[in-house]
Every structure is written in C-alpha cells, then in structure tokens.
C-alpha cells in the first residue's frame, strides 16, 4: 500500500500557481519526501525531494509542515505542459534494498 | 544518448510467446528499477538491481518474469508463455546509488499480449 494520500485529480488556470497536497502521516524519521510527475506516454521526470526544510528549484517548491506530516508541491506559474500525474513518495535517501511505491497520483489538468 | 533508453518503444505478442524488453541505464548508475505500470495506475515496483546483483525481486507477479543484469549495466525483462493480464507498460529507471534516490526513468516499452 501507498505510504502517502493523494487528491485524485485537480485543476488549475493557466499562469496561476498550482498547490499539490500530500499526506504522509506515517513517514519514518529518516524517509525524504520526493516529487515525480508523469506526462502522458512518458516515464516518470523527477522534480524535488526533501526531509524537513522547504525545498525550491527550477521546477518547483516543497512545503513540508513541521511535524512532516504533510507535503504541497507548489509550481509558482502553471503552464499548459505542466498538465501531467503527479506522484509524492516518500522514501529513505539510500537506494539499496528498498522498494518505491507510488500510489496512484494526482491528475493534474492546467486549463487556459 | 544521455538518458535511460528501453526498446522496443512497442511490442505486440501472441498469448503464450516468451518476450525480451532491453534497458540501458545512465552510464555508471548503480542502481536499476524495473516497473510494471497499467492502464491508469501508477508504476508498481518489479525488481530492484545494485550492479549485477538482484537485491530485490518481491515484485515479480509470476516466476514466469525474469530479470537480469550480468554486467551490471544493460538489463532485460524477460516474460515466458505471455498472458493477457501482462499487458502493460514496463518501465525502467537507473538511479546513481550514492546517499541520492533520484530515479531517472526511460519511456517505457508498452507491451500487447493477445
């Protein structure tokens, strides 16, 4: 089972900002939060990951609350191309020996 | 090419034939993922490789998949007497393995069993 809590689908207006939410409850102290999105007929494109402090870059910002229970995605500027499935994980930063589990993501729909 | 390439892009098989889908990672990734992703859903987790080594097979659906990376570059998927319920996309991503989970991920290679 998915280790985090996704909205299905959402909707945002071109040019506008776009929140995506994530709830993950039960993350483990030493477990990242990372951010994939997946626009169709592509593989997934890695965007931003973070522990406890809000994260930016050229993609997008990280907001995690304090008590790291939840997450939003922000991308500051939302174009057309940003229509995609985003998907929050949550996951140690060693790759060794774990298993990735995505869930089923948020469908997001930027409309003009 | 810089990224994580699999081929076929497309592959079409006849119920009960065995198929081979190639990955090239990114040069010098330690870490290789496979995924199997259908219609709608999201990537589900198959198998987990550091190098040549198979860490992690839990994913495997049958003993009729396969995986390798002998070398510890090129891996293939291979899945023998085709199902119908195999049909899906089949997703790679290499990972660089030091202290970083980034996973870079190829297009994909969606297979059709009829």
């Known amino acids: 089972d998915a280790k985090t809590t996704q909205p299905t689908s959402m909707d945002c207006a071109e040019g506008r900002a776009a929140n995506l939410p994530c709830n993950h409850s039960t993350i483990s102290g030493n477990e990242y939060v990372y951010w994939y999105r997946q626009i169709h007929s592509q593989g997934p494109q890695y965007i931003i990951h973070g522990l406890k402090n809000n994260e930016t870059n050229e993609m997008a910002s990280l907001i995690i609350t304090e008590d790291r229970k939840s997450s939003t995605l922000i991308l500051p500027h939302a174009t057309l191309r940003d229509t995609a499935v985003y998907y929050c994980?949550?996951?140690?930063?060693?790759?060794?020996?774990?298993?990735?589990?995505f869930g089923a993501g948020t469908r997001l729909f930027v409309k003009a | 090419g810089a990224g994580v390439s699999q081929s076929p892009r497309y592959k079409v098989a006849k119920r009960g034939q065995d198929v081979a889908l190639r990955c090239d990672p990114i040069?010098?990734?330690?870490?290789l993922f496979w995924y199997q992703q259908a219609l709608g859903q999201g990537p589900e987790f198959l198998t987990y490789?550091?190098?040549?080594?198979?860490?992690?097979k839990s994913g495997l659906p049958s003993d009729r998949f396969f995986a390798e990376r002998p070398e510890g570059s090129v891996s293939t998927l291979k899945i023998q007497r085709t199902q119908q319920e195999d049909s899906a996309v089949y997703l790679c991503?290499?990972?660089?393995?030091?202290?970083?989970?980034?996973?870079?991920f190829g297009a994909g290679t969606r297979l059709s069993v009829l």
């Open positions: 991503a290499s990972s660089h393995g030091v202290s970083k989970n980034i996973q870079y």
């Open positions: 994980i949550v996951s140690p930063p060693n790759t060794g020996g774990f298993k990735t589990i």
């Open positions: 040069s010098g990734h330690v870490s």
């Open positions: 490789f550091q190098n040549e080594a198979q860490l992690d």
